[in-house]
């Protein structure tokens, strides 16, 4: 993600900075990279092409092409960012990409880049814009599991940047261990998922449950929520990276989008039939 600028400034026109830059998706990449190979693309003209990857906006440098290394385009941390930073961003990623996530969003915020990317969705709870313009199919399986209600924002961050990395999801909300038998009705959903996102705070205990019923890979998350020596949700990471149940990652705290992109990723593997 792009880092908050060091200070603010006025936001310089974005359409210039993405005019001069030649966007290219995988079917383009494809062709190029076959013109070099048969001679008519000099190499030294692909890698302009390739090179030119980049949208500078003096406070931010935009990556235009993560998309095509890394299967979805650059996502934006609005949090410390102004509302004339993140503009000129949604702008530059407009003309590179159909699609756009902005995370930790404020209410001002929101509002601006609505405004920007025509038909994109705000999710209040979750502090999240997302833009999608030409929307694929959503594919395989990733399952969210949310502790508590209290988690619930972290909890829907996870779920949709997984949509909007195009896998299907489905949630379980409020099955935390205060009354384990609410997660049993979940287990034949979580047995079929290509990866599933379990958020919790207070102990943290959650994840460990679910890892050691189900034989898909499990992604903790934990969440500042709980009183007193939650300590901000540190008590909930120690307890998910001190987790017994084989085969638990964890994330930073209350970081849904990670967890999130991580599922979307094994599911995608899963989708594509990928075999190392």
């Known amino acids: ?59 931010a440098r935009i990556d235009l092409h993560r998309d095509l290394r890394c ?36 209410l001002e915020q929101a509002a601006a880049l609505l405004q920007v990317l025509v038909g994109a969705e705000h999710h209040e709870r979750a502090r999240l814009v997302r833009w999608d313009k030409d929307p694929r199919p959503k594919l395989g399986l990733v399952s969210v599991c949310a502790a508590g209600t209290s988690d619930l924002p972290v909890a829907e961050e996870a779920a949709l940047t997984a949509e909007a990395m195009g896998a299907r999801v489905e949630r379980w909300f409020d099955v935390g261990v205060a009354g384990l038998h609410r997660l049993e009705p979940c287990l034949p959903g979580l047995r079929v998922s290509s990866a599933i996102v ?61 967890g999130g992109c991580a599922a979307a990723k094994i599911n995608r593997l899963v989708v594509e039939g990928v075999r190392p």
Not at 75 to 102: M, N, Q, Y
Not at 229 to 250: I, K, R, Y
């Open 71 to 106: 299967g979805f385009p650059e996502v934006v941390l609005c949090e410390g960012k102004t509302t004339l930073e993140c503009v000129a961003i949604a702008e530059a990623l407009r003309a590179a990409s159909p699609r756009a996530l902005f995370t930790r969003v404020n």
């Open 198 to 258: 379990v958020v919790a705070g207070m102990e943290g205990a959650l994840p460990s449950v679910v890892g050691g019923l189900v034989d898909r890979p499990v992604i903790a998350v934990p969440t500042s929520t709980g009183y007193g020596t939650a300590f901000g949700g540190v008590t909930a990471l120690l307890a998910m990276l001190n987790s017994c149940a084989a085969g638990v990652t964890v994330t930073n705290i209350d970081n849904g989008f990670g």
């Open 1 to 59: 993600m792009p880092r908050p600028a060091t200070t603010a400034k006025t936001a310089p026109g974005p359409e210039s900075a993405a005019a001069s830059i030649d966007i290219m998706d995988q079917s383009q990449l494809s062709a190029l990279l076959d013109g070099v190979a048969r001679g008519s693309v000099p190499a030294a003209t692909a890698a302009k092409h390739i090179g030119a990857a980049t949208a500078d906006l003096s406070f």
